[in-house]
């Protein structure tokens, strides 16, 4: 196994359950995320000889994820002309089978919650909840460190609201 193929299997099998609830996040079903999944993978593959180090390897991923969910939405969107509900209706708690329908009616609700937000606001709270520090999420959005903060308040404060 050369190199390039033994990086990408490391980077696959750390990153792998993130990339995919970002994909599920953004896609709204396991199907439309398979799909994004494999995409994203793809672009990773293609793409690992021209990273550059500027940022880490975490964040980089991070960035041809959300930017391949955003292209991929737009084609659904353009496609479809409606909005996609982010809520599959069998999400199910990742690591936790003895969790209650109360948990997971809050889990929907909270995410029903976050796909009515904007887009940029959409990715910031996809990213928290991946425990992503705020210096990730400003490389990958393009905001300042200062103003995730701002944003991750305000956006608490919405969503409280909504649920």
Same mark, same amino acid.
């Given at each position: 196994m050369n190199t390039k193929e033994q990086y990408f299997k490391e980077i696959y099998e750390g990153l792998k359950d993130k990339i995919y609830r970002l994909c599920l996040g953004?896609?709204? %079903?396991? !199907?439309?995320?398979?799909?994004?999944?494999?995409?994203? *993978?793809? #672009?990773?593959?293609?793409? /690992?000889?021209?990273?550059?180090?500027?940022?880490?390897?975490?964040?980089?991923?991070?960035?041809?994820?959300? %930017?391949? !969910?955003?292209?991929?939405?737009?084609?659904?969107?353009? *496609?479809? #002309?409606?909005?996609?509900? /982010?809520?599959?209706?069998?999400?199910?708690?990742?690591?936790?089978?003895?969790?209650?329908?109360?948990?997971?009616?809050?889990?929907?609700?909270?995410?029903?919650?976050i796909s009515s937000l904007k887009e940029i606001d959409r990715i910031i709270m996809s990213l928290v909840l991946e425990d992503i520090s705020y210096k990730e999420i400003a490389d990958i959005t393009g905001i300042s460190v200062s103003n995730v903060g701002v944003r991750i308040n305000r956006i608490k404060k919405a969503l409280a609201k909504k649920i």
């Open positions: 953004f896609m709204g %079903n396991n !199907a439309d995320a398979d799909d994004l999944f494999q995409e994203v *993978l793809i #672009k990773i593959w293609n793409s /690992l000889d021209s990273f550059r180090g500027d940022s880490t390897i975490n964040t980089w991923v991070y960035r041809i994820t959300t %930017n391949t !969910a955003l292209l991929s939405r737009s084609k659904i969107n353009k *496609l479809k #002309k409606k909005h996609t509900n /982010l809520i599959p209706e069998n999400l199910k708690i990742e690591n936790n089978e003895e969790a209650s329908l109360f948990g997971q009616e809050q889990i929907k609700k909270l995410y029903k919650a």
